[in-house]
């Protein structure tokens, strides 16, 4: 069972979904290419922590802006190119899971060092991260015992990137209006919620399953 994600039904997404499997794009390949734009918004966001202020740092934090929703638009494509599009692969499911861990480290540990110079930024960073892959990993748990894939929870992958998304904006606030908040005040609470809402997702999920477990162990 796939996460329900309302776009797939849109036109704009069909028509894009078509256009990608013309030009001859595989469904693996957009998985790849969202481990890229993950890897590009991480750079941004560490290199904004290193810069001072300034058009540059609200420059990299744009970039890390744009790179967290272009990460959730590969992933709903090569979805959508798999199954829609019959170009599903027998190590498709390597691809669609690996590649979401791996971006959700480098944008949350990226975020994390951007907040370097802050006490615990980077610690907060690698929780967040850490957590998030939880989220993921207890789901896979449980559809490995045989029972369906739970997304239930606070904090879905495309509510992190979001959340994510707008910490970089507020910072790009902080950098424009030096004084009125403080630099780092906007990714910093972004992180904080991702954390803990990754954590109430992992309880969740595995209250869940556990309870699934019980029912079918009692029947």
Same mark, same amino acid.
């Given at each position: %069972?796939?996460?329900?994600?309302?776009?797939?039904?849109?036109?704009?997404?069909?028509?894009?979904?078509?256009?990608? /499997?013309?030009?001859?794009?595989?469904?693996? %390949?957009?998985?790849?290419?969202?481990?890229?734009?993950?890897?590009?918004?991480?750079?941004?966001?560490? $290199? #904004?922590?290193?810069?001072?202020?300034?058009?540059?740092?609200? &420059? &990299?934090?744009?970039?890390?802006?744009?790179?967290?929703? $272009?990460?959730?638009?590969?992933? %709903?494509?090569?979805?959508?190119?798999?199954? +829609?599009?019959g170009?599903?692969?027998?190590?498709?499911? $390597? @691809?669609? +899971?690996?590649? *979401?861990?791996?971006? *959700? !480290?480098?944008?949350?540990?990226?975020?994390? @060092?951007?907040? #370097? +110079?802050?006490?615990?930024?980077?610690?907060?960073? =690698? !929780?967040?991260?850490?957590?998030?892959?939880?989220?993921?990993?207890?789901?896979?748990?449980?559809?490995? /015992?045989?029972?369906?894939?739970?997304?239930?929870g606070?904090?879905?992958k495309p509510?992190?990137?979001?959340?994510?998304?707008?910490?970089?904006?507020?910072?790009?606030?902080?950098?424009?209006?030096?004084? /009125?908040?403080? =630099?780092?005040?906007?990714?910093?609470? #972004?992180?904080?919620?991702?954390?803990?809402?990754?954590?109430?997702?992992?309880?969740?999920?595995?209250?869940? !399953?556990?309870?699934? &477990?019980?029912?079918?162990?009692?029947?």
């Amino acid at each position: %069972m796939r996460r329900v994600v309302p776009q797939r039904t849109t036109s704009w997404a069909r028509r894009a979904a078509v256009t990608l /499997q013309r030009v001859g794009l595989t469904p693996n %390949m957009i998985s790849v290419a969202s481990v890229v734009v993950a890897a590009v918004g991480c750079v941004a966001l560490v $290199l #904004a922590g290193i810069h001072d202020g300034g058009v540059t740092r609200v &420059l &990299l934090l744009l970039t890390a802006a744009v790179c967290a929703p $272009l990460r959730l638009l590969a992933n %709903m494509l090569d979805g959508m190119l798999a199954v +829609e599009g019959g170009m599903s692969s027998p190590v498709g499911d $390597l @691809y669609n +899971e690996l590649p *979401d861990r791996l971006s *959700d !480290i480098l944008f949350l540990a990226g975020a994390g @060092y951007a907040l #370097a +110079e802050l006490p615990g930024g980077v610690a907060l960073g =690698w !929780i967040a991260a850490t957590l998030a892959v939880l989220t993921a990993y207890v789901r896979s748990l449980g559809a490995a /015992q045989g029972l369906s894939n739970h997304f239930e929870g606070p904090m879905s992958k495309p509510r992190r990137m979001w959340l994510l998304g707008l910490g970089c904006l507020v910072g790009t606030v902080e950098t424009v209006l030096p004084g /009125q908040l403080p =630099w780092g005040l906007g990714l910093m609470v #972004a992180l904080a919620l991702i954390a803990l809402g990754s954590l109430v997702t992992v309880l969740i999920r595995l209250r869940i !399953i556990a309870r699934e &477990l019980n029912a079918r162990a009692a029947r």
